[in-house]
């Protein structure tokens, strides 16, 4: 898309620094909200990995003015450096507190690569040494150019060229006969497919209406309108993800049989069928895309459950997807969700469960392999007690 997703910043936040004895200001750029750097250097291609590392520990940020390439090896070397210094760090005793640190080595790990910063010149241009074109990618994400200078981190320039690429690709979904879902930057990509697949197999319970609550790229409304739902009326609460879901819904050609609104879960009205995906696992999110995999306090989980009996139709019925890692990794005990379902005046007609297939799933160097490897998703059909 080429318009803007939000609405603009009055009084963006600016970066100062002094470069060849002049004071200098730019736009400021973080997608999770980070305030300026205080501190900054102007470093080039001289720049070695071991200082640059060192600086970026420190909390000092690096304005790179050299080569583009160059400057995205020295973040990979940073990030080799940060993985070296992870490692030899005291193997944890329990999943949970191995969850707990992964967590913050990852915040740390986020915070000390996003030392190293670039310019954007007026229109979004990367005046750099073989720079690619990034003005497009830029403006998918941000919206369309103030006519001013913008420093961004590289790690989240190098993030928005990627989701740039994500979007021109496509995702392949097999409850689409194969036809691509194309995820714009910051809407969680539906790159696990097996989720999706529960969707595409369980029983409808009526063709006629379904609410699908959080839709962000519009998959599961469009895996339910190719199983014949005649009208679904999916919801969200982030500008960029009811514009993704717009256009991805038209261009499957379920547009018109699918109403794309903006609502905190709920629509109006009933259904006999409603559908939520909701983050997986309790916790703070650190980004806008963190919010698809972290819900504070079960908030959206907790919404839908609460919300659900007035929301069903006679005899409907709400889908619930969710993974199981929470438990396994000490962050939610089913006995939990089990309550929240039974004081809503829900109980569980069927569960439909799935074994993971993504990669980390398969990865013993993971720290959290031993969760990952033994996940389980599960759709739960939830009704009105009888």
Request: net charge positive; charged share 25%.
């Amino acid at each position: 898309m080429s318009e803007a997703v939000a609405a603009p910043d009055q009084t963006p936040t600016r970066l100062h620094w002094r470069e060849d004895g002049r004071a200098l200001a730019a736009r400021w750029r973080s997608e999770a909200g980070l305030p300026p750097p205080v501190q900054v250097e102007v470093v080039d291609d001289g720049m070695p990995a071991d200082r640059a590392w060192r600086l970026a520990c420190e909390g000092k940020a690096m304005l790179w003015r050299g080569d583009f390439h160059n400057a995205r090896q020295l973040l990979s070397a940073i990030g080799r450096r940060v993985d070296r210094s992870d490692r030899r760090r005291r193997a944890p005793s329990d999943v949970a507190e191995a969850f707990h640190r992964h967590r913050m080595a990852q915040a740390q790990r986020a915070r000390t690569l996003g030392q190293l910063l670039v310019p954007l010149g007026a229109g979004y241009e990367l005046a750099l040494r073989r720079a690619p074109a990034v003005a497009l990618a830029c403006r998918e994400a941000w919206g369309e150019a103030a006519d001013e200078s913008t420093v961004v981190s590289l790690r989240e320039l190098l993030g928005i060229i990627g989701a740039h690429q994500w979007r021109l690709k496509g995702v392949p979904i097999a409850g689409l006969g194969g036809r691509r879902i194309h995820p714009h930057y910051g809407v969680f990509s539906p790159i696990r497919g097996e989720y999706l697949d529960l969707v595409a197999r369980t029983p409808l319970p009526s063709s006629e209406l379904a609410f699908d609550l959080g839709t962000g790229t519009g998959v599961l409304a469009a895996v339910l309108a190719r199983r014949g739902v005649e009208r679904v009326v999916a919801t969200d609460l982030s500008p960029r993800a009811l514009t993704c879901a717009r256009e991805n819904l038209s261009t499957l050609g379920f547009g018109e049989r699918v109403d794309v609104c903006r609502a905190d879960l709920y629509p109006p009205g009933r259904a006999p069928l409603v559908v939520c995906n909701p983050p997986w696992l309790p916790g703070k999110a650190a980004s806008p895309l963190d919010a698809a995999v972290y819900d504070p306090d079960s908030r959206m989980l907790r919404g839908f459950i609460d919300g659900l009996g007035a929301h069903l139709a006679p005899d409907g019925e709400g889908w619930l997807i969710l993974s199981d890692l929470a438990e396994r990794l000490q962050l939610r005990p089913r006995e939990v969700l089990l309550g929240w379902i039974e004081r809503a005046g829900l109980e569980v007609l069927a569960r439909d469960d799935i074994r993971p297939r993504h990669r980390k799933a398969f990865d013993r160097s993971d720290p959290l392999h031993g969760a990952r490897g033994a996940e389980i998703t599960s759709l739960w059909r939830l009704v009105a007690r009888r």
